[in-house]
């Protein structure tokens, strides 16, 4: 394995999870609410009653960023080595995964460790080590 040094970037990189830390600061913060996607998507779709502004919001920053930065910036030209079924089959499993484990990776890696929740705990080391096995199998034991 190599690193590409020429895009290593570490103060990118820890400026954009110091913005994600602020971020899920504030919004539990000030609204008392934990900052993982899966949840805040999921009440859109039976939204209660006063809180569906704040859910859209947060839904339009996710998609308005991306699209500001490109304003300023050239926009990172993504190359994805997979087919588009493999990219539904990977969709599913993370839907499919948030369900069984209560939460995203950003709910329970993110929000969740900062709270010191052994729930989060637990859900992080299965799909961080569940991804590391599924790195190790396909890269070395499939050579996809």
Same mark, same amino acid.
């Not at 948030?98 to 859900?123: K, Q």
């Given at each position: 394995?190599?690193?590409?040094?020429?895009?290593?970037?570490?103060?990118?990189?820890?400026?954009?999870?110091?913005?994600?830390?602020?971020?899920?600061?504030?919004?539990?913060?000030?609204?008392?609410?934990?900052?993982?996607?899966?949840?805040?998507?999921?009440?859109?779709?039976?939204?209660?009653?006063?809180?569906?502004?704040?859910?859209?919001?947060?839904?339009?920053?996710?998609?308005?960023?991306?699209?500001?930065?490109?304003?300023?910036?050239?926009?990172?030209? @993504?190359?994805?080595? +997979?087919? /588009?079924? #493999?990219?539904?089959? $990977? !969709?599913?499993?993370?839907?499919?995964?948030? %369900?069984?484990?209560?939460?995203?990776?950003?709910?329970?890696?993110?929000?969740?460790?900062?709270?010191?929740? @052994?729930?989060?705990? +637990?859900? /992080?080391? #299965?799909?961080?080590? $569940? !991804?590391?096995?599924?790195?190790?199998?396909? %890269?070395?034991?499939?050579?996809?």
């Amino acid at each position: 394995m190599t690193i590409d040094w020429s895009s290593f970037t570490p103060w990118s990189a820890l400026a954009g999870g110091a913005l994600i830390g602020i971020a899920a600061a504030m919004l539990v913060l000030l609204n008392g609410r934990i900052a993982g996607i899966s949840g805040i998507l999921g009440g859109l779709f039976k939204p209660a009653k006063g809180d569906i502004a704040w859910r859209v919001a947060f839904v339009l920053g996710l998609v308005g960023a991306p699209l500001a930065y490109a304003v300023f910036s050239d926009f990172p030209r @993504p190359e994805i080595d +997979a087919g /588009t079924g #493999a990219l539904v089959l $990977a !969709g599913l499993l993370v839907g499919i995964g948030t %369900r069984y484990g209560s939460g995203c990776t950003s709910g329970h890696g993110v929000c969740g460790l900062s709270r010191l929740s @052994p729930r989060s705990l +637990a859900a /992080t080391l #299965a799909f961080m080590g $569940a !991804g590391f096995v599924t790195v190790y199998v396909a %890269r070395h034991l499939l050579g996809i």
